[in-house]
């Protein structure tokens, strides 16, 4: 379950490396998209936020991001945050190389170190012999891999991820899935990973959380105990990710949608 979130926490500031405390927001008068959502992220956690369409999932990891400001409730997060999104968005004119330079630009590491970095990271991302390419002569998961590369460059310690692999096909989905596992444990971030694929958020999370359709609310915390690395065909997985998802349908149901 969410770790409770008391006082003592409160001042303990590394605890968790995302908080959220009963997080509203609305859009103009009447679009309530998250009502009073908590929920805490401790670091090197992976953490997959679930829910149907709509239930306010993007705007969560916007507020977290800081792309845009709740009408109610806290965040809180001493971390340095790097975000990666369903499309890799990636700079077309630049090589890979550059496209992953360019997070540490901003940070004005020097040349030499920053194309050190790069390499270091395409490597880790099995691309070390890409670097002079352009996004459009790679695959979908290719360019994935240079996003996550790029979030990687940004050393980060909290990741959030949109349904990075939603657009990809299965079989690249689940080699993704393999690496993005193996970086985690390597590099420990915490993770905040939206989806709307059960089996990713069991393949992938050590709590699930489901959200209610809009508004979106915390209707329930899974705890994911099956041991790593998970198959998103294995039976185990299957088994609890059917429970996950009839209580979705129940949600939804509720919902009317
Ligand atoms: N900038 C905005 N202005 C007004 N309404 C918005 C805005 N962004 C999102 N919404 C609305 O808020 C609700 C939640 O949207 P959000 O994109 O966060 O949901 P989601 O769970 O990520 O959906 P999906 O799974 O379809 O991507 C939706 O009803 C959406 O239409």
Redesign the pocket.
């Known amino acids: 379950m969410t770790a409770p979130l008391t006082e003592h926490a409160d001042s303990r500031t590394d605890a968790y490396a995302v908080r959220l405390e009963a997080v509203s ?1 609305m ?2 008068k009447d ?1 309530l ?1 998250l009502d009073r959502v908590s929920l805490a992220v401790r670091p090197g956690e992976f953490v997959c936020l679930l ?10 990891l ?1 507020l977290v991001a800081g792309l ?1 400001d709740v009408s109610g409730g806290e965040i809180s997060s001493g971390s340095k945050i790097a975000m990666m999104f369903q499309e890799p968005a990636l700079f077309p004119w630049l090589t890979v190389n550059a496209n992953v330079e360019m997070a540490m630009r901003a940070e004005k590491v020097g040349k030499d170190e920053r194309r050190a970095r790069a390499q270091e990271l395409l490597d880790l991302v099995h691309l070390g012999a890409f670097g002079k390419k352009r996004p459009h002569e790679l695959s979908g998961g290719m360019r994935q891999r240079v996003a996550l590369a790029r979030a990687l460059a940004q050393e980060a310690d909290v990741l959030l991820m ?2 990075p692999f939603g657009a990809l096909d299965a079989m690249t989905r689940d080699i993704l899935h393999d690496e993005l596992e193996r970086i985690w444990r390597e590099r420990r971030p915490a993770v905040l990973f ?1 989806t ?1 694929n059960v089996r990713e958020a069991v393949r992938l999370g050590d709590r699930v959380v489901l ?1 209610s359709s ?1 508004p ?1 609310r915390v209707v329930e915390d899974f705890p994911i105990e099956l041991p790593r690395p998970r198959r998103t065909d294995s039976a185990e997985v299957a088994t609890l990710a059917a429970t996950i998802t009839d209580r979705l349908r129940e949600e939804v149901g509720r919902h009317g949608r």
């Open positions: 927001k859009y103009g679009l998209a829910g149907a369409s709509g239930c306010g999932k993007s705007t969560l916007n845009d949109d349904e939206v709307h959200l809009r979106g």
